[in-house]
C-alpha cells in the first residue's frame, strides 16, 4: 500500500510518501519534503497565521509534486491521500484539506483525515528513511501495547496511555504552556530567534545547568498535568535582575531552563509509565528532539530499572512532516467522502 501524507497544520507545507509492507509492520518513507516559512516568522518572533497560510498556498502544489518526483511515484500508484484536518491554525489546516479534496476528486482516491497528535506518536512507527544518499532504520516493530505517549511540541504537552490503535485515554495535559512554548517564549526573553528550542539546546550545552535555581511546576503533583507558565516568569525575574547579558549568562539560563523541563517531562511520564505498568514509552512532537531530553528519558528508564523500551522517532520525524501523517493513517484507516472531510482547529483525543 502506498500513501500521500499532507501537513499544513502550523507553519509547515510538507508531502510525502509512504510505502506500507509485511502486514502494517514495515513502513518505509520514500520521501519526505518539507518547505517551511519559519524564517519570515523569526522576523516576527512568532506565527502570523494568515503569513503562514499564504505560504502554504504558494509552497503546496510543488510541494507535492517533489514528494512524487522523490519517492518515484506516479499518482496512479497512490492508494489513498492522508491530510491533517486539525488541531492547527485554521487557514493553515485549509490548504491541506483543500488540496486533498481537490486530489481525492481529481484522482478517485480515498482521503483518511488524521489528528495532528495522533501523527507525532505514529512517527515512532515508521521503520525505514529512504533518504538520497542512505536508508535510515529504526526499531517501530517493538513498539507493544500498552504504552504512554507524550506529545511535546509548539503548541501541545500531552501524555496518553494507548491500550491499542484507536484505544486512548488522554492522562493530563498542560493547563498553560506547551513545553515547545516554553523554550520558544524563554528563547524570546534572550533574545533568541525563533523557534528557540533548536538554539537553546545548543547554547545549554555551554551551560552550567545548576547556575540558576528555577522552579519544577507540577513535578509533584498527583495527577498528569504540566503547568511552563511559571517557569518562564521564574527566568523573566532572573533576566531582569541581570545588568547585562553576556554569552555565559545566556548559556547558563539555557542549561538551566532546558533542565527544568527536561525534569518535569521525565518524572511525570515516568510515573504515568509505572502506574499503567506500560510495554513502551513513546515521544514525539518538536520538543522530542532535544538530546537531553532523550538522554534523561534513558538515564531514569536504567536509573530506576524499569525494563520498558523508550521509542523517540528520528530527528526529522519529531518536527511536523507530511510522512507521520501517513504512518498515522495506516493504523487508523478511517477513509471519508471528499465531500464529508472539514478542517477541525479545535480538534483534540476523541
Ligand atoms: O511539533 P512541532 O514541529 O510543531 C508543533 O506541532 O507545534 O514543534 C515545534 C516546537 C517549537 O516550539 C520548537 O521550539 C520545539 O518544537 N523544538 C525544540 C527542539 N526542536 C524543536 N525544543 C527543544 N529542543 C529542540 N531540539
Ligand atoms: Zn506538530
New binding site residues.
Given amino acids: 500500500m502506498i500513501i500521500l501524507g499532507l501537513e499544513t497544520?502550523?507553519d509547515?507545507t510538507a508531502a510525502s510518501v509512504i510505502e506500507v509492507n509485511n502486514n502494517k509492520k514495515e513502513i518505509n518513507v520514500l520521501s519526505n519534503v518539507i518547505s517551511s516559512s519559519l524564517p519570515l516568522h523569526s522576523k516576527t518572533g512568532g506565527i502570523i497565521p494568515e503569513v503562514a497560510a499564504r505560504e502554504q498556498v504558494k509552497f503546496i502544489i510543488p510541494v507535492l509534486e517533489k514528494a512524487l518526483a522523490d519517492a518515484k511515484c506516479s499518482e496512479a500508484e497512490i492508494d489513498s491521500i492522508a491530510v491533517t484536518y486539525g488541531p492547527?491554525l485554521i487557514g493553515s489546516l485549509l490548504v491541506g484539506v483543500e488540496t486533498a479534496k481537490t486530489l481525492s476528486f481529481a484522482w478517485n482516491k480515498p482521503i483518511i483525515p488524521v489528528n495532528?497528535l495522533f501523527g507525532?506518536i505514529y512517527a515512532n512507527f515508521i521503520s525505514e528513511i529512504h533518504n538520497s544518499e542512505f536508508i535510515i532504520h529504526t526499531s517501530a516493530a517493538k513498539i507493544k501495547f500498552p504504552l504512554i505517549g507524550l506529545i511535546?511540541?509548539?503548541?501541545?504537552t500531552d501524555l496518553i496511555l494507548m491500550k491499542d490503535h484507536g484505544k486512548i485515554k488522554w492522562l493530563g495535559g498542560t493547563r498553560d504552556d506547551?513545553?515547545?512554548?516554553a523554550?520558544?517564549k524563554i528563547?524570546r526573553l534572550l533574545n533568541l530567534k525563533?523557534?528557540?528550542?533548536?538554539e537553546?539546546?545548543n547554547l545549554a550545552k555551554k551551560g552550567n545547568p545548576k547556575a540558576f535555581t528555577l522552579p519544577r511546576p507540577m513535578i509533584g503533583s498527583a495527577d498528569f498535568d504540566f503547568s511552563f507558565s511559571g517557569l518562564k516568569a521564574a527566568v523573566a525575574r532572573e533576566v531582569k535582575t541581570i545588568e547585562q547579558l553576556n554569552n555565559e549568562t545566556i548559556s547558563d539560563i539555557c542549561a538551566s531552563a532546558?533542565e527544568a523541563i527536561v525534569n518535569v517531562l521525565v518524572k511525570k511520564t515516568i510515573k504515568a509509565a509505572i502506574k499503567f505498568k506500560v510495554k513502551s514509552i513513546l515521544l514525539g512532537?518538536?520538543?522530542a528532539?532535544?538530546?537531553?531530553?532523550r538522554d534523561e528519558f534513558k538515564l531514569e528508564i536504567r536509573n530506576l530499572k524499569l525494563e520498558i523500551p523508550l521509542f523517540v522517532p528520528e530527528?526529522s520525524l519529531?518536527?511536523?512532516n507530511g510522512a507521520m501523517i501517513a504512518a498515522a493513517a495506516v493504523f487508523n484507516y478511517k477513509q471519508v467522502p471528499w465531500k464529508k472531510i472539514m478542517a477541525n482547529p479545535e480538534l483534540y483525543f476523541d
Fill in positions: 497544520s502550523c509547515e492547527g495532528h507525532h511535546v511540541s509548539g503548541g501541545h506547551a513545553a515547545g512554548e523554550f520558544d528563547g525563533y523557534p528557540a528550542g533548536p537553546i539546546e532546558q512532537g518538536g520538543v528532539a532535544n538530546q537531553k531530553l530527528k519529531c518536527t511536523d
